[in-house]
Nanobody
Framework: QLVESGGGLVQPGGSLRLSCTAS????????IGWFRQAPGKEREGVSC????????LYADSVKGRFTIFRDNAKNTAYLQMNSLNAEDTAVYYC?????????????????????WGQGTQVTVSS
């Protein structure tokens, strides 16, 4: 099970840190992806990180503003979001995919991920 937390209402230009905590399995064996879905839009990949934390990937829309990281000792992954704007408003989901050596990097493709959290709402508004 994955549980997201840290969402909420923030003003434009503000910051939030989302957390994704795993229970029942060891997060360190999994790649983690963050996805978001705004009303009326398809789910899009935001960022992902390899199980070791050695490589990351970001969507162009968040590059330079968001940072993904993980603490495997705490069984938790994070998404630090800075310089938020209205276009970042969405439900944010974390997801876990078992490490596979055939993938050299993590993927921002939802079908890659088998385990999903329930989502946390992020609203950017003044």
């Amino acid at each position: 099970q994955l549980v997201e937390s840290g969402g909420g209402l923030v003003q434009p230009g503000g910051s939030l840190r989302l957390s994704c905590t795993a229970s029942g399995f060891t997060l360190g064996f999994y790649d983690i992806g963050w996805f978001r879905q705004a009303p009326g839009k398809e789910r899009e990949g935001v960022s992902c990180i390899r199980s070791s934390g050695g490589s990351t990937l970001y969507a162009d829309s968040v590059k330079g503003r968001f940072t993904i990281f993980r603490d495997n000792a705490k069984n938790t992954a994070y998404l630090q979001m800075n310089s938020l704007n209205a276009e970042d408003t969405a439900v944010y989901y974390c997801a876990a995919a078992p490490y596979e050596a055939r993938f050299r990097v993590c993927l921002l493709s939802p079908p890659r991920y088998a385990t999903w959290g329930q989502g946390t709402q992020v609203t950017v508004s003044s």
